[in-house]
């Protein structure tokens, strides 16, 4: 069992930047697959950014690509999304997922851990 605590969202001017973390309890975090996933009002949940076991494969969301970056340190149980050139349309509660299979994966339907989602807010 994992539990996931999101942290670092905010309210953040368009261009700017924010690192959001997600915590993870448990002896395992280095054998399970993150990810990172968004939903803004009104739309459905999307994939942002995964990353596998050892941090070695990564694959992101076409929109965010170039300008999301994820990571993660295994000692510290943490994963990290970096978030540069904020954009307007990037505003949305942004969730962290783990999956149990090592490798990295976009559909959130492989995801069985999920934390309660930061707020990001992009303004003008």
């Known amino acids: 069992q994992v539990q996931l605590v999101e942290s670092g969202g905010g309210l953040v001017q368009a261009g700017g930047s924010l690192r959001l973390s997600c915590a993870a309890s448990?002896?395992?975090?280095?054998?399970?697959?993150m990810g990172w996933f968004r939903q803004a009002p009104g739309k459905e949940r999307e994939f942002v950014a995964a990353?596998?076991?050892?941090?070695?494969?990564?694959y992101y969301a076409d929109s965010v690509k170039g300008r999301f970056t994820i990571s993660r340190d295994n000692a510290k149980n943490t994963v990290y999304l970096q978030m540069n050139s904020l954009k307007l349309e990037d505003t949305a509660v942004y969730y962290c997922a783990g999956q149990s299979s090592r490798f990295a994966n976009t559909a959130s339907s492989v995801y069985a851990y999920w934390g309660q989602g930061t707020q990001v807010t992009v303004s003008s």
């Open positions: 990353i596998s076991w050892s941090g070695s494969t990564t």
């Open positions: 448990g002896r395992t975090f280095s054998n399970y697959a």
